[in-house]
């Protein structure tokens, strides 16, 4: 593979990965060293390219750390909908056909 320019990588870490990080070294020696990047919350951090290209490391660990726990809220709340939707056909549904999709024990006489 051809080895990359250090513009070329700025670049990409700049624009072409829509990223919002800035790149502060300013040298490029190869994919596998560690270069100085700034994130979009001004915060710095370091990795190398190949990293940053391939395994998404395209923030600080601060940011890394947002957008997982946005995610676990998202998912917390698709579970509260679908219990919701849930709650809600339960109400609709009388004893007797509760009882014979066992969702409720039936009565010993
Ligand atoms: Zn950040």
Known sequence: MRRL?????KHFVEVKSGSGCKLLSEEYFN?????IFRCRCNNIFETTFDKFKFRNKR???KCAR???SKSQK????EVKNFIDEMVKELKFISRSEAEQKQIIPKKMN
Do not use: P
């Open 74 to 77: 998202l998912k917390y709340e």
């Open 31 to 35: 994919s596998d060293s560690k270069m």
């Open 59 to 61: 923030q600080c660990n």
């Open 5 to 9: 320019t250090y513009e070329e990588v």
């Open 66 to 68: 947002k957008k997982i």
